[in-house]
């Protein structure tokens, strides 16, 4: 007891109390705090960069790119410069742009029989898989491919086999599937419209090629004018709803990480895959006003999926077509305009195709008072 009186008072100062350094809580990325995202296609010509400033000016706060040409094969050097990449994921990031999506080359077929196809199709998706990181990409979507000449089963277990082939030395995002909000990427397999002999127009083949890469971030882009054309009626209220509760019961919506926002220029069921403007095509306004506003579709916290995206890949065939698509998105997810990102006003990726008059002559016309003609 005596050593106890003779000790000296010590003043506890919470500075002192040893703390061990935490693993630093990744910060959740903010395009996952459950706002509605939107975005469309955007054109990498000229510069991969020019594409933020593009679905930027358009008015999205999401976006899609291809981060090569997406109908050749890559001859030699793919991989994108760090300086260009650098400067890609800083800007990304300043435009507050997520999430970002790549669509990989459409001639990856990752289910062809074919020796040489295949080991070219492996090869091409691994080096997406490597930009995709480079850039910072949230989600690489592919298509499943054809099975040509083999059976369905056949080409799934050979998509799954060629997807663990060519993920092998990436680094992907980590924990549940779910939480996007983790960062890093994730592959999503996209439903077709069962062209010919393409597989993944059923959520089941979807699912078997899931359960083939049990150790793989994969989740599936739902893409609305293929689920159209493969026979999901989602144009009725009560067909949406029935697609809704198959896509929930053989995938999981968590594993839904995006829609791809198309109208159909073909009718139900053709199996035929022609996108059209949203409202234009044989889904119609009123489904995607439907779609768009689903509560178990969206991003919100609660019912949704945060960082869940609608991305248009629609025909841009004059100028505003794409700023217009946007716009609607907007307004059949019933986002206040004032709310919603602001576009630039007259920005399109396409070019007014007559920005200038054709040379005619123009003399005997007098000039308007007061209108000023550009030279
Ligand atoms: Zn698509
Ligand atoms: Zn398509």
Redesign the pocket.
């Known amino acids: 007891m005596d050593e106890v009186l003779h000790t000296p008072v010590v003043v506890y100062d919470s500075a002192d109390e040893y703390r061990p350094e935490p693993e630093p809580e990744p910060q959740p990325l903010p395009y996952c705090n459950g706002s509605v995202r939107i975005g469309i296609h955007t054109s990498i010509a000229g510069d991969i960069s020019h594409a933020l400033e593009s679905a930027h000016n358009l008015g999205c706060n999401a976006l899609q790119i291809f981060s090569a040409s997406p109908r050749m094969w890559p001859r030699g050097g793919t991989r994108i410069g760090e300086a260009d990449a650098a400067r890609f994921r800083a800007r990304r990031t300043e435009l507050g742009l997520g999430p970002l999506v790549i669509h990989a080359n459409y001639l990856i077929n990752l289910a062809s029989p074919d020796p040489v196809m295949r080991t070219r199709s492996i090869q091409a998706f691994h080096d997406e898989l490597v930009r995709a990181t480079a850039l910072g990409a949230d989600f690489l979507v592919v298509h499943p491919g054809c099975g040509i000449g083999n059976n369905p089963a056949r080409a799934i277990s050979d998509a799954a086999q060629a997807l663990r082939q060519a993920a092998r030395g990436i680094r992907f995002g980590t924990g549940p599937f779910r939480e996007l909000h983790r960062g890093g990427l994730r592959i999503l397999i996209e439903n077709t419209?069962g062209m010919g002999t393409a597989i993944g127009s059923r959520f089941e083949e979807l699912r078997a090629i899931l359960d083939g890469v049990p150790d793989l971030p994969v989740g599936v882009c739902l893409?609305t004018?293929?689920a159209y054309a493969a026979g999901y009626d989602i144009r009725s209220e009560s067909g949406l709803r029935q697609t809704i509760a198959a896509l929930d019961r053989i995938i999981g919506l968590e594993r839904v990480a995006l829609v791809h926002a198309?109208d159909l220029k073909t009718p139900f069921g053709s199996r035929v895959?022609r996108?059209a403007h949203i409202g234009r095509g044989t889904i119609g306004l009123d489904a995607f006003r439907r779609i768009l506003r689903h509560p178990r579709l969206s991003a919100a916290l609660l019912e949704g999926l945060p960082g869940r995206a609608f991305i248009l890949?629609i025909p841009i065939d004059v100028h505003g077509d794409d700023r217009r698509n946007v716009r609607t998105l907007w307004e059949l997810a019933n986002v206040p305009r004032k709310l919603a990102p602001a576009a630039k006003k007259g920005f399109s990726m396409v070019r007014a195709l007559r920005a200038t008059p054709p040379p005619r002559k123009r003399a005997a016309k007098p000039a308007v008072p007061g209108k000023k003609l550009k030279g």
Request: charged residues 40%; glycine residues 0%.
């Open positions: 419209s893409d004018a293929h198309n895959d996108h890949e």
